[in-house]
């Protein structure tokens, strides 16, 4: 662990008014990276969650795609507002990049005591997030959101009638793993859109099949411009790729038609 990453996440302990108690004690910034980062990998169980409007769903109905999952509380004020409209722009740009329906957003409210079905409606509508299909907006019991909030490591204590928590947005691959952190609240494009691209992309990367392959190529374009400050397909990158295969079935034909002169020049010597 070095210095400059502890000082990170101590830049990224949130505190804001909430009237409701959590777990006693501070979040300790060391330890909270390393929780953070030791989540990675690990498997997130089939939770029992409630949407924003009252029904029922599990954790396992979000699987089949990556899922970024957005913890927020509803009585935040400043961090957790400013989060939810900054990674709205991200999923945005992602979705343009990446496919509209390449993965799917879950906020959950980690505030089991006020974090009820009709705040977190409110809080959808005030982020204008209650009609994107592939936006989830959800709370849970304090044993699921205990368990949850343990498997994707995350860390959050009561402080002077609010909650400090680590400023972390998690992204899990299709099948429901921890593949990777997102600290602070301004998510930057490269950090947040290549881990999705790696999934989205990536995951079929060792099979030959014509989707497979179009993935791969799709993943290997797909590159970041600094000057527009956003994801774009690197066409040039294609024509390269292009006339490099062309290149070779050039030599390869080049190759056949020397060896076969040469099988007709042994032939006529015999």
């Not at 690990?42 to 924003?52: F, K, N, Q």
């Not at 509380?73 to 507002?81: D, F, G, I, K, L």
């Not at 709205?88 to 980690?110: D, I």
Request: neutral net charge; hydrophobic residues 45%; contains cysteine.
């Amino acid at each position: 662990m070095t210095l400059s990453a502890v000082g990170i996440v101590s830049l990224l302990l949130a505190l804001a008014v909430s009237t409701s108690p959590a777990a006693a004690g501070r979040v300790d910034p060391t330890e909270a990276l390393e929780r953070s980062e030791a989540a990675i990998g690990g498997a997130t169980s089939d939770h029992r969650l409630l949407r924003s409007d009252g029904s029922m769903m599990m954790l396992s109905d979000l699987r089949g795609r990556p899922l970024v999952v957005s913890l927020i509380y509803t009585s935040c004020s400043a961090v957790c507002p400013t989060a939810t409209e900054t990674l709205k722009v991200s999923v945005a740009k992602a979705r343009k990049a990446l496919g509209g329906e390449a993965f799917q957003v879950l906020t959950l409210g980690f505030d089991a005591r006020n974090d009820t079905p009709q705040r977190m409606r409110a809080f959808a509508i005030d982020h204008s997030v209650n009609g994107d299909p592939l936006w989830h907006v959800a709370s849970a019991t304090p044993a699921v959101l205990n368990a949850l909030l343990d498997e994707v490591g995350f860390s959050y204590a009561g402080a002077a009638g609010g909650f400090e928590h680590v400023t972390q947005t998690t992204i899990l691959d299709r099948d429901g793993h921890v593949y990777r952190q997102v600290y602070g609240d301004d998510f930057p494009l490269p950090v947040f859109i290549e881990p999705l691209k790696e999934l989205v992309f990536g995951t079929t990367a060792a099979a030959f099949t014509p989707q497979a392959l179009a993935d791969r190529l799709r993943f290997l374009c797909t590159v970041y411009d600094p000057k527009s400050g956003r994801y774009r397909t690197d066409y040039g990158l294609y024509m390269g790729m292009g006339a490099g295969a062309l290149s070779l079935v050039l030599m390869a034909w080049v190759i056949v038609r020397l060896w076969l002169a040469n099988r007709r020049a042994e032939r006529a010597r015999v």
